[in-house]
C-alpha cells in the first residue's frame, strides 16, 4: 500500500493550473486572401496567412464555429450560439456585430457561399437526412437545392455545377470505414435537369469537395482515405487525372478550405496551407494565441448535484458520502460541517464505501493512472492512501464494487472483468475469490454481522440469471445457495446472524392478460416476478414470519424456563453446562467468539422459507432486526421504498417513500439514509430514524448539500478525461487486442495534444481523433460540461412550413398527421381551427409578422402557451388561438410528416392490399410504433416495414419474434353467418413482406434487416447500412457526463463469423435514391417495395381459407 505524496499532490497543482503556451488547438478552418479564419477556445479568429499572433473576432460564451467567408471577402457567415439554440450567423470578417440569419434550432453547418453571395449550408431542417440550402444574406429567403442526402458541397464558381458528398459518417469516429455509409463524392449540373451522377467511383471515403481552376481547366479537390490516411486529392471535372497533393501518414486531414487554389486545412492541432497550383509542399503555419484564456482558469460547479454518481452511509448513522464530479465529501444533517476529501487536481474518484468504524472511506479513485482503492480519513484530513495495485498477477484491472466488512478486517472489490477480490486490511494481502465467466461482473450483496462471511450474485451458467453464492473467510470455501433456475439478489443478513433474506424471480402470474385473445396482443407479461425469501443460516431455526400453532406455545414456554432457569444460574458458580436436550445436542445455536451464531453451510440451501409479501420488483433488501426494508419498483420504472415488521402478524408492506433513488440503514439499525428524487432538481437526501413513516416536519433532517460548490482545474480535468477515455476502450472495447493496434502506442501519439487544448469541445475532437484509430462504429465522442450560452427563450413551432409575403407569413405546409389521433395534431392542424396551405398570418399576439425576420422569432419563449393569430383567409380576416410546442416536438412532427407521407402513398398505390410501418429507431417508443402500425396491418397481402434512418436500440428480437409466428389452423365461428376465418397461431401475418434499409439504418435497426434475411422472412429492398454491428452498454460517462462510446459486444453466426460490423447489411435488391429525384419528392426505394409485393401476391397469392364439410361422426 502507498500513500499519496505531498510533493506529488503540488506539483500537480501547479502543472494543471501553468499555461503550457500560446500554442492552441486549431479546427475548421477558412481561407481568403492572405488571411486564415480558425476556430479556437470556442471563438473566431483570424491569422495572417504566413501565421503568427492570432486576433479573436469573437468572444460570446456561446460556441462560434465553422467560418466561411464570401467572395468579396467582405462577410463571414458561421455558427454560432448567441441567442441559445445553434443558428447561423453573419458579420463582416474585420469584426463587428452577428446578424442571426436562420431560425432552425440546430442541425446546421456552413460549407460555403454561392456565386450570388449565398449561404450554402446544410440542415435537418428538411428530415430525414442532412439536405442542402442557401439563404440570401440580405433578405433572407432560403431555398433548398435539388439535391437530396447532402453531407457537404460547393458550387463552382460559375455556379453551374454542384461538387456535394453523399452519406459519410455524422457522428461516428473510424479511420478507414468502408461500411455502407462510406462518404461519395458526386457532382450536377445546376442548368440541366439530368440527375447527379458519381463524380469518383464508391470504394473510398471521399468528401468535402473544393471546386478551383488552373487556368481554363476546371477541377475539384478532395479529402480521401484511399492511401490509409485522409490526405488531399484532386480530379478534372469529369472525376479523371486524379492526383494527390499531400502525402500525410498517420494524421488525418480533418477539415479543409479553399481560396483559388490554395488550400488550408486542420491536421493534428495545427493548420496547414498548400498552394494546388504550385505543387509544392504543404507549409505548417506557425500561430499563437493572445488573450486571458478564462476556459482554463479555475472554474466552480455550482451544482455537483447534476453529477453525482454514488452515496453511501457510515455506519455509525451521522454521515453520509457523496461522490460527485469525481469528488468525495462526507456530510450530515442541518450545521454539521461538511468534509471534503482531499485529491489530486486530475483525479478522479467514482464511488466510495465508510469503513466499518466510520472513520475512513475506501473509494475508488484513479490517482495512479488506474482505477484502484484508495483509504481517506472521513473528516477529510491528511492524505489519501492506496489500498490496491492491480491484480496479484500484475494484470491491470478496473475495479467497481466495494464493500468492507463490520469487522474492519476485510475489504471485498470486484472488477470488470468478473472477478471478486479480497483484501486483508491487517496483512495487506489481496486475493481473487472467484470469478464469473459469464454475463455480468459479479454484485457484492453484503457481509454477515461478524465479518465471517460474504455474499454475491453471479452469473454461473445463464447470462440473464444470478445465483447467490456465500463465502466463508475462514475456510476460504464459497457454497452456491440458489441454482440458475431463477434469477436471485438484493441479500441481506439479518443482526442477529441467522437468517440471509433475499430476492428472486420465481412468480409468474400474468399480469393483465391472461390469453392469447384480443387486439394487438403481443403476448403474456409479467409485471411482478420477485418474491423474498429468507435461508436458515443454523439448522432449527423458526420462520419469525411463521405463523403461530400450538406446538410453537410450547416451545415457547419452555424456552421461557429455561430463560429463567439460566438466570438463577448466573448467581451461583460457574459449573458446566449441560445439554438440554435427551440427545445431547444443545438446541441454541453454536457462536464463534464475538456471539454471532455460527454459519451451519451443510444443508443451508435447503432451509428456505418464502416470506408472506406479494409479489413485486425488489431490489436492495436491508434488515434492522425489526423490519425488513427493500425498494419495489412500479410498472413506470419509478421505487418505491416499503418495509414490513419481522414478525408473524401478516401486517401488509408499507410505503415510506416515493420515487427513491437508494437507502441504506445504519450498523445498529436505528437510522436510515434516503435519496429520492425531486423533479429537475437535485436528489434530497435525508437521515431519518428507521420507522414505518416518515416524520411531517423533515427540514431537520435533510443532508445539507444543495450549496456544495467543487473547485475544478480545467486542464487538469481534460487531462483526466483523455485518459479515462484511454482507459475506458482499453477495458470496454469488444475486441482485446484492439483491432491490432498498438493502444499504447495511440496514446503516446495524441496525448501530448492535451497541452494544446484550449476547451472542452476541443478535448472532444482530439479523443474523436483516437478512438477513431480502432476503426469501429458506436464511437460518438461528445463535450459534457461545456461554457454555457445564454439562457434565452427556446424556439417553438406551429408544425408547419412557411414563406415571407408582403402581408405576413404564408402557410407553405401544415404537417401530416394520422387523423384518429389529435393528439399527434400540429398546431396549426389542431381541431377546430380551419386554417388550411395558402393562408397568411399577419400578427402573433398582435405584433404584424411581416417586420420580423422569421415568423419563429415571433414564437421564441412561447412553447406551451396559448398564442393569438390573426390569419388572413383570401378576403377575410379570422383570429385563432393556437399553441405552440417546443423545438424538439416541432421536429418530431417534421420527421412525422414525412412517415405519413409514405403511409399514404403505400395506401394508395397498394389499393388497400398492403400495409406500412416505418421504424425511426428501436426503443420503447418504437415498439410502440410497431404495435400501433403492424396489428393494424396484420390482415393485409403485403407488408413493408421500413428502417431506413433507423438510428437504433434493442428491439429486434421481438419484432422478428412477431414475423415469424404461422399460422397453423383457423378457426370458424358460427355467427355472424359468413364470418371469415382467424388464425390459430392469433395475429400471425400471412403476407409477403418486405424490408426497406438504407445507408444510415443503424445499429439494431441492421440487426433487424440481417435476421430478416438471415430468418428468411423476404427480401430487404435499399442500399448497404451503416455496419454498426458492436454494441456496448454506454456505461462510461466521463468526469463532466461527456459521452465517450465504446463498442462492447460483438455479434457472430453460427459459424463464429462476425456480423455487420464495419460492413452493414446488403440488401437483396439494391436500389439508390437518387439525388435530384429525392428532392423532387419521389421515392425509388419505395416504389422497388411496392413493385416486389405487387409481383409476390400476384405469383403467390393469398390463400382463402373456407372451411369443409362438417364432421358427422354419428351416424343418423
Known sequence: MSRFRPAALAAVLCATSAWAGTSGFYRQPALRGDVVYLVAEGDLWRVNGQGGEAQRLTTHNGQESQPAVSPDGQWMAFTGQYDGGTEIYLMPVAGGPPRRLTWEGGGMRVWGFTAAGEVLYTSLDARPGSQLFAIDVKTGQRRQLPVGQASDAALSDDGRTLYFTRSGLRSDNARQYRGGAIARLWSMDMAEKSEARPLIAEGNNDRRPLPYRIGAAQRVAF?????????LWSVNAQGGDLRQHTTHKGWDIRHAAIDGSRVVYALGADLYLVDLAQGAGAKKLDISLGGDFDQQRERWIKKPQDFLTDTSFAPNGERVLLAARGHLAT??????????????????????????DSKSVFAVCDFSGETEIWRFAANGTGLPERITSGAPSGQVTQRRDLLPSPDGRWLAHTDKEGAVWLTDLKARTTREIARSTIGDPPHLQGWSPDGQALAWTLSLHHPDRSQLQLYGTADGRTHTLTTDRYDSGAAAFSPDGQWLYFASNRNFATTGNGSPWGDRNTGAFFGFRAKLYALALQPGLRSPFAAKDELESATEKKADEQRAEDKKATDKEPTERKPDTKDGKDKKPAADKKGKPIIQFEGLAGRLYELPVAAGNYRELRVDGKRLWFLDRDL?????????????????????AHDVRSYDISADGKKLMLVRNQGQGAPEVL????????????????????????????????KQMFADAWRLHRDHFYDVKMHGVDWVAVRAKYEPLVDRVTDRFELAELMAQM????????????????????????????????SRGPDGWRIDAIYAHEAELPSEAPPLAAPGLGLKVGDVITTVNGRPAAEA???LELLRGQAGRQVLLEVKQGDRTVQRIVTPVAQTRENQLRYNDWRVSRARAVEQAGQGRIGYVHLRAMGPADIADFVREFYAASDRDGLIIDVRYNNGGNIDSWILEKLLRRAWAFWQPRSPAGSPVYANMQNAYRGHTVVLMNEDTYSDGETFAEGFKRLKLGPVIGKRSSGAGVWLSDQNRLIDNGIMRAAETGQVDAEGHFLIEGIGVTPDIEVDNLPRATAMGHDAQLDAALAELKRRIAEQPLQVVRPGPYLRPVKP
Open 687 to 718: 437521515i431519518v430514524d428507521a420507522a414505518p413513516k416518515l416524520p411531517t416536519d423533515l427540514s431537520k433532517l435533510q443532508v445539507r448539500w444543495s450549496d456544495w460548490q467543487i473547485a475544478t482545474q480545467p486542464r487538469a480535468e481534460w
Open 636 to 656: 413506470e420504472g419509478k421505487s418505491q421504498l416499503k418495509s414490513i415488521a419481522i414478525d408473524n402478524q401478516g401486517g401488509p408492506a408499507e410505503i415510506l
Open 223 to 231: 479529402l480521401s482515405d484511399r492511401d490509409g490516411t485522409v490526405n
Open 331 to 356: 456530510q450530515g444533517v442541518q450545521q454539521l460541517r461538511r468534509a471534503e476529501l482531499p485529491q489530486p487536481a486530475d483525479g478522479r474518484c467514482k464511488k466510495g464505501e465508510f469503513s466499518s
Open 853 to 855: 425576420p422569421h415568423i
Open 771 to 802: 478512438v477513431g484509430e480502432l476503426g469501429a462504429l458506436h464511437s460518438q465522442v461528445a463535450a459534457g460540461d461545456t461554457r454555457p450560452a445564454p439562457d434565452e427563450p427556446g424556439l417553438a413551432g406551429l408544425g408547419g412550413r412557411f
